[in-house]
């Protein structure tokens, strides 16, 4: 929109879904997630052209999160890497895998799984405690019956 409200429109509105959208620092690009491909990839648009948009994963990504002067884009990719893109003013150059992460895979409402320090050095992560599909879930049903009759049968 206008700086005085007026002329309000959407930023994002294609017709695939598109989510976790980061504006960056100098207001001039928008890093979102999108489904366009048929899976999430992670797009960079600028805002004063719709026509200068980039595809930045490949082969699967989410999560993008700029450093604090813009300079640098950071996404998971489909493989759990820590990818950063360094951006200079007229567009991205090649991603680079950093490191490994272990995150929970983004489900809808889509919340970021970490955050970037403003000079891109440091990393907060929102981590699993453990693995949630590694444990059985035991089910014990009519369970006053059972203990009812442990206790007649002398069972402790």
């Known amino acids: 929109m206008n700086a005085d409200g007026s002329k309000p429109q959407p930023l994002l509105n294609g017709p695939y879904d598109e989510m976790q959208a980061q504006l960056s620092p100098d207001g001039?690009?928008?890093a979102y997630t999108s489904f366009?491909?048929?899976h999430r990839e992670v797009y960079v648009r600028n805002l004063g052209d719709a026509g200068r948009r980039w595809?930045?994963?490949a082969g699967g990504g989410s999560d993008p999160r700029w450093r604090g002067d813009g300079r640098e884009l950071f996404y998971i990719s489909a493989a759990s890497q820590l990818t950063a893109v360094?951006?200079?003013?007229n567009g991205p150059g090649a991603p680079k895998g950093l490191f490994?992460?272990?995150v929970i895979p983004p489900v809808m409402p889509y919340l970021s799984?970490?955050?970037?320090?403003?000079d891109g050095q440091r990393f907060l992560f929102k981590l699993p405690l453990r693995d949630l599909t590694s444990e059985p879930l035991h089910?014990?049903?009519?369970w006053r019956y059972y203990s009812g009759r442990s206790a007649a049968a002398g069972v402790r």
Request: aromatic share 12%; net charge negative.
């Open 100 to 102: 490994p992460v272990r």
């Open 139 to 142: 089910l014990l049903t009519d």
């Open 36 to 38: 366009e491909s048929g």
């Open 113 to 118: 799984s970490y955050d970037v320090t403003g």
């Open 28 to 30: 001039q690009w928008v």
């Open 55 to 57: 595809q930045m994963s």
């Open 86 to 89: 360094v951006f200079a003013g």
